[in-house]
Structures are given as C-alpha cells and as structure tokens.
C-alpha cells in the first residue's frame, strides 16, 4: 500500500491532473473509436450500460448486445485507486430505491437523445452538430436540480456497513468479464453478442479494458463528474471539474482531426438524430435525474468501486432502464424518436419533479402544513 500522505492527495486531486483526466478521456475515446468502437461513442457509459444489458437478455434489441470491457474497467480501475488510497468504505443507505428510479429515468432520457453527457461532448468533438441540443437540454436538466438543491433538496446520509456490500459490485464486473472472454452458450441463447449495428463494433477487449482501468484510477482520485462540473460552477461558483470537462471535448476534438474522425454537420451523423426537440428533451429528463442522483453515469460507477451500494443502485436502474426503453420502444433510432419515447420523456420528467419536490423543503413544508 503506498502512504495515504498529504503529498499523494493534492497531487491527484489537483487541477493539473483533473485537466489531464479530461485529456485522457478524450484522447482515449477518439483512440478507441478508431480501433473498433462506434463512431462517435468511443466512450458512452449509458451506451455501454445498454448494451451489457442487451448481451445478457435484459432486452432482445439483436444491434446493442455486446458486454463491454470499458464498465468493469471503470469500476475496477476506481476500486484499485480507492484500495490503495484507503477510500474503500462499504456505504449503503441513502434513499437506495429513490436512486433506482432516477437511473431508469436517466437512462431513458438519454437513449431518446442517444447518448450520455460523455457522449454529448464527444458527438460535439466527431462534428455532430445535433448534440448542441443535447447539451443545452442537459445544462437545463442540472439548472431544474439545482433549484431543489437550493430548496434543501436531500437523499439522506447513507452509513458504512459491512466490507461484502462494498465487493458486490467489483466481483459482478469480474464476471463480467469472464462471460465476455469466454462466452459461454446457454440454452437460452445467453450470452448475446450482436453480428451487426453499434453491438458489433468494439475495439479490442484487453485494449479497451486497460484504458478504462486507467479511467476509473484517474477519475476516482479527482472525482471529475460531467454534471457535477456544470452543478458547481452555477451551485458554487468553482471551476475545478469543469476545467477537466472542457479538457476532454478540446482533447477529444483535437484527436478526431487528426485521426481523420471530424464530420461536421447534422445529417447523415451516426447513431443520432435530427429531431431537435427531443434531443433537448431527452437530456433535460438525463440532466434533472443524473443531478438529483449527485452525479452522472461515470461518477456513479466510480462510486461503486469506492463500495457505495446506493450509486449501485443507480447503475441497476440504468440497466433496467435500457431494458424498459427496448423492449417498449422508446429508445430513439437514426431515423428520430419512436412514437413512445416522447411520452416516456414526459413522464418521466413528472416522476423527477415529484422526487426533487418531495425530497425538498418545498416537499416537506407541505407535509407540515397537513400534519397541522
């Protein structure tokens, strides 16, 4: 174990290496795009989330079923930093059903737009000007929670518990990866991998595992968080993570020009679309549910390598949202939204609003006046 020193800590989590976090993101993404993943998502965790969900018949969507190697590296890569600085502390406790619900939400909103906020900047850096969209619709999302955040928004404390709740999530991830290595053929027809669309592309599994690995150490000694740069720089005033944010599109973009990757316009983009209206209301839905929760998909499965249960049920909910938005159909495709993504959209940035209402003062007032 190396010393857990003040030396260490402020060389982590200084602006430097959160800057050199974004850089690495962005330049891996660009790399692992042109080695085999889709075009434009070198890196997207609720397109990643997707697809594992798909490889292991969450949803039968025969395009998005592949296990990819990026989400066990992510939380491994975490869990290896979080070791070795002495941050592993198994938690659990903070409203684990309330954070359920907002990834399902979360993840429904940003399969209408086709992407998480990684991908936003990244759609941006491949020249996809559609994802402007998207980007303004997830800043509006975090402006919507943040207004419950001023109004005394919470989720509770959650508590440390035992060390086994912690390993959950980092031997699931393992397995992961052992179901991909070996694919194993059960008479369900699981494991799934697709032959064709975005499940087919991918670039070499030890490849993209070990970037990721070097993702989750980075980012879990910086804590760099997509919406949680955007929360801070409005809630507080402090530019630290968005320094990292604009180091990743820049990092990202520098390297789809010269990797020959930049396509600018809004037609003919691949895996997005056109309606302009849900792209923005996709993200605002992301937006306001990833801010409610504390942080983006990233974040959340960095938590869970520190052994934060509740950020796991995050992820779950994610997964099951996947599964909810192909097999309902409301996951957007290149040709524009299905008919029942708007309405999911709908309702799902009522379900959000009743939770940021109820968990707030406003919510809580309320309560009182009744009880009176």
């Not at 020959?260 to 209206?277: D, K, N, V």
């Amino acid at each position: 174990m190396i010393n857990n020193s003040n030396g260490w800590k402020e060389f982590f989590s200084s602006r430097k290496n959160v800057i050199f976090t974004g850089i690495f993101i962005g330049i891996s993404a660009a790399f692992l795009q042109k080695l085999g993943n889709p075009p434009n998502m070198g890196i997207c965790v609720a397109c990643m989330l997707r697809d594992t969900a798909g490889a292991l018949g969450l949803h039968r969507a025969e395009v998005v079923q592949y296990i990819r190697p990026e989400i066990s590296g992510f939380v491994l890569g975490s869990l290896i930093a979080a070791l070795i600085f002495k941050e592993f502390k198994p938690r659990a406790g903070s409203a684990p059903l309330v954070r359920l619900v907002l990834g399902f939400w979360a993840m429904v909103g940003s399969l209408v737009f086709l992407g998480c906020p990684w991908r936003t900047l990244l759609r941006l850096a491949g020249g996809d000007g559609n994802a402007l969209f998207g980007l303004v619709g997830l800043i509006v999302g975090i402006i919507i929670g943040i207004f419950f955040i001023k109004a005394g928004y919470n989720l509770g404390r959650n508590e440390r518990t035992y060390p086994l709740v912690g390993w959950i999530m980092p031997v699931v991830m393992v397995v992961l990866l052992l179901l991909l290595i070996f694919r194993p053929q059960l008479p369900s027809g699981a494991v799934f991998f697709s032959r064709q669309g975005p499940g087919a592309q991918h670039a070499p599994i030890f490849i993209a595992l070990l970037v990721a690995l070097g993702i989750g150490f980075l980012a879990q000694r910086t804590r760099f968080c997509t919406v949680a740069a955007v929360r801070d720089v409005i809630l507080i005033r402090d530019n630290y993570l968005i320094t990292g944010v604009i180091s990743l599109w820049l990092a990202a973009f520098i390297s789809n020009l010269l990797l020959g990757q930049f396509h600018p316009g809004f037609t003919g983009q691949p895996i997005a679309h056109s309606s302009q209206l849900w792209n923005f209301g996709g993200m605002v839905l992301a937006g306001l549910a990833f801010t409610l929760a504390g942080g983006c998909p990233g974040r959340q499965l960095f938590l869970t390598g520190e052994g934060d249960a509740d950020a796991a049920f995050f992820i779950l909910g994610m997964m099951g949202g996947a599964s909810f938005a192909h097999n309902f159909a409301t996951a957007s495709s290149s040709t524009g939204p299905s008919p029942w993504g708007p309405p999911a959209v709908i309702i799902g940035f009522i379900v959000c609003l009743i939770i940021g209402f109820s968990r707030s003062d406003l919510g809580r007032a309320k309560e009182g006046e009744k009880n009176e």
